[in-house]
């Protein structure tokens, strides 16, 4: 069974670094064909898509925010990390990781429950 | 930069109604496009992807339909638990991911 939760702050001061963890069970995230990827939504909006970062390895981050974001993961630990810098009220969110497979397209197929971050001086 | 918008924004409905929700993408993507629900407090939950393939253990009133530009989303008898935000995104335009603004789905 695929199970994600993420893990961070819930309160952030202005112009600090976010750091934010997906720790993951039911799979490896080992190979090509497996990734996890970070999506926020602010309260009562849309979904955004922030990055993803691939079993090998490789790394896709949102256009609009790649100056910011870093994303890495650490396989002995299961768990995905990403970090934001510089953070403003704007980034207040709540902020998801999700799995995704090659064999099913890339789409997100299993989410974790999300996390709300709070941007308040 | 692919841009994806949905339509209607906001569409209210009865149970038993029939309701299709359209995504549109400024660039063609042939089928790679998927659909979530949303429920307020909730995690968005995979509805159908590649287009017109139903996520295991979704009801088989969802379906979904379309290729290149225009696809859609057809729930064929509103039940009192699909009144929910729904999501289109896609996985072959730049920037990979990308989902649409969503449309929230409410009782009439």
């Known amino acids: 069974q695929i199970t994600l939760k993420e893990s961070g702050p819930t309160l952030v001061k202005p112009t600090q670094t976010l750091t934010l963890t997906c720790t993951f069970s039911g799979f490896s995230l080992t190979s090509s064909g497996v990734g996890v990827g970070w999506i926020r939504q602010p309260p009562g909006k849309a979904l955004e898509y922030l990055a993803y970062?691939?079993?090998?390895?490789?790394?896709r981050y949102s256009p609009s925010l790649k100056s910011r974001l870093t994303i890495n993961k650490d396989t002995s630990k299961n768990q995905v990390v990403l970090t934001m810098t510089n953070i403003d009220p704007v980034d207040t969110a709540t902020y998801y990781c999700a799995h995704s497979l090659f064999n099913s397209g890339w789409y997100f197929d299993y989410w974790g429950q999300g996390t709300l971050v709070t941007v308040s001086a | 930069d692919i841009q994806l918008t949905q339509s209607p924004s906001f569409l209210s409905a009865s149970v038993g109604d029939r309701v299709t929700i359209t995504c549109r993408t400024s660039?063609?993507?042939?089928?790679?496009l998927a659909w979530y629900q949303q429920k307020p407090g909730k995690a968005p939950k995979l509805l159908i992807y590649?287009?017109?393939t139903l996520q295991s253990g979704v009801p088989s009133r969802f379906s979904g339909s379309g290729s290149g530009t225009e696809f859609t989303l057809t729930i064929s008898s509103l039940q009192p638990e699909d009144f929910a935000v729904y999501y289109c995104?896609?996985?072959?335009?730049?920037?990979?991911?990308?989902f649409g603004p969503g449309t929230k789905v409410d009782i009439k």
């Open positions: 970062i691939y079993g090998n390895d490789d790394k």
């Open positions: 590649g287009a017109s």
């Open positions: 995104q896609q996985l072959n335009g730049y920037p990979l991911f990308t």
């Open positions: 660039q063609g993507i042939s089928s790679f």
